[in-house]
C-alpha cells in the first residue's frame, strides 16, 4: 500500500510539474502596445496559460512570471493573413506540393483542405518573422489571384456525369502558425466560390449561366435537406450534385455558414450582393478591386472585404477601375476589410505588413489598418472570441518589433503564439548562415 502511495504522490507531482510548465506566466513590459483597436504609449501585455489575462499601462507583473522586456520597441498583436494558402502548397511549381486545389469533377463544395495542411511548412517560419501568427487557408479556384492558383483543370458543366467542381472550390480553414503542432484551429470555416470571369468561364462562357446554376444548385440543396429520407430511398429526383457536396452545402444555404465570393468589378458586386439578399446567403466579398464604386451599397449590406491594397492596376476588364485608394475609401463608407498578404499570401505572406502601410499612405487611418491584419480577419470569420488583438481572454498571439511593425525595416525581436515564445529563425536565415561566411567575395557581402 505504501509503494502505491508512493506511486500516486510521484504521479501527482510530475502532474503538477507539467501544470506548471503550461501555465507560464510571461509579463511583456516596457513597449508602445497596439492593441488593434486602439494604442498605448506605454504598458504591459500579461500572458497566463496561454492566454492574455491582462493590458494596461498599471498591469502588476507577478511574482515567478518571465519578463520579456520590449526595450521601447513596439508590442503588438500577432497579424492574421486571409485568402492564403499558407501549409497548402510547398512549391508551387509542383503540383505534388500543393493540397489547395482538387481538379476532379467528383468533388466540389465538399472539398476539404484541412486534411492536407503541413506543420511542416517552410513557408511557415517565414510568414511568421513577418509578424503572421494566424491565417485563413482557402483553396484554390480558376479565379483565385496569386503564386498560390495555378490554374485547375475542371470539367465543363454535365462533362464526366456531375456537376463541374468550379462552381463551388471547397471549404476554408483556419490556422496557427506555432512550431512543432499541429496548426489546424478549426476547419470549414467557409465557403469559396469563384463569379465574374472565373465563374462565367466554369459555367459555360457568360455570366448569366453562372447565377441560373448557382441558383439551380442551392435550390437542389435545399430540396435535399427538407427529403434526406426519400433520397436514401432513391424516392427523390436526380441531383445534379454528389451527396458529399449537397451535405457541405447545407450550411451555407442556411446562413450558417459564411460564402467567400471572389469578385472584382462594381456590376459583379451589386449582382453579387442582390444573390446574396434573395437567396438569404452570408457572403464575404474577396478582391472586390472595384469595390469603392459600391461602397455603400457593400457597407449597407453588412458584407465584408478582403481586399488586395496594393492592386491599382486595370490589368483585365473585371478592374478598370481598381486604385490603391479601395482600402480607405471602403473604410470611410463603413465596410469592416481585411488586407491580404502578397501573391496568394503563401511565399509573400509575410508582406501583409508592408501592404497595411501602404494603405495607410493612401488614406487609411493607421489604427484602421492594424485592424485590419488583426482583429478584422478574426471577426469576419467568427473567432474573434479565439483570437485577434490584444485583449484579456483571447489567445496571446503576441509579437514584440523593434519599431512600428507596418515599417519594412523594423524586425520583430519576441513572438508568442497561444503564450509560447517562438524561434526567430526560417530556413533561408539558416542558408544564409550557412554559406554566407564561404565565399571569396568580400566582406560587404557577406553581412
Known sequence: M????TIAAAAAALALSATATL????????????TGTSTLERGTVLIRDGRITAVG????????AEVIDARGGVIAPGFVVVDSGLGGVEVSALNDTNDLRQASNSLSA???????????????PVARLGG??????????????????????????????????GLFAGQAAAIHLAEGTDILVQPRIAMVAPFGDAGADVAGGARGAEYTLFREILRE???????????DRGNLRDLSLSRADLEALIPVVQGRMPLIITVHRAADIRNVLRLAQEENLDIILDGAE?????????AAAGVPVLLNALANLPQSFEVRGATMENAARLHAAGVV???????????????????????????????????AITVNPARIFGLDSQFGGLRPGVAADVVVWTGDPLEPLSQPTAILINGRPQPLESRALELRDRYRQRTSLPPAYRN
Do not use: C
Open 2 to 5: 505504501t509503494t502505491l502511495k
Open 23 to 34: 501555465a507560464q506566466t510571461y509579463a511583456i513590459t516596457n513597449g508602445r502596445i497596439l
Open 57 to 64: 499601462a498599471t498591469v502588476a507583473v507577478p511574482a515567478g
Open 110 to 124: 465538399a472539398f476539404d483542405l484541412s486534411w492536407g495542411l503541413d506543420p511542416d511548412s517552410f513557408t511557415l
Open 132 to 165: 503572421i501568427t494566424r491565417a485563413i487557408v482557402v483553396p484554390q479556384h480558376p479565379g483565385s489571384g496569386g503564386s498560390h492558383a495555378h490554374e485547375v483543370e475542371t470539367a465543363g458543366v454535365g462533362e464526366g456525369g456531375l456537376q463541374s467542381p
Open 221 to 231: 440543396v435545399r430540396l435535399y435537406a427538407a427529403n434526406r429520407a426519400a433520397y
Open 290 to 298: 472595384e469595390g469603392w464604386r459600391v461602397a455603400d451599397e457593400i
Open 337 to 371: 476589410i481585411a488586407i491580404k498578404g502578397s501573391e496568394g499570401s503563401v511565399h509573400r505572406a509575410r508582406e501583409a505588413r508592408y501592404n497595411a502601410g501602404n494603405a495607410v499612405a493612401h488614406g487609411l487611418p493607421y489604427e484602421a489598418a492594424m485592424a
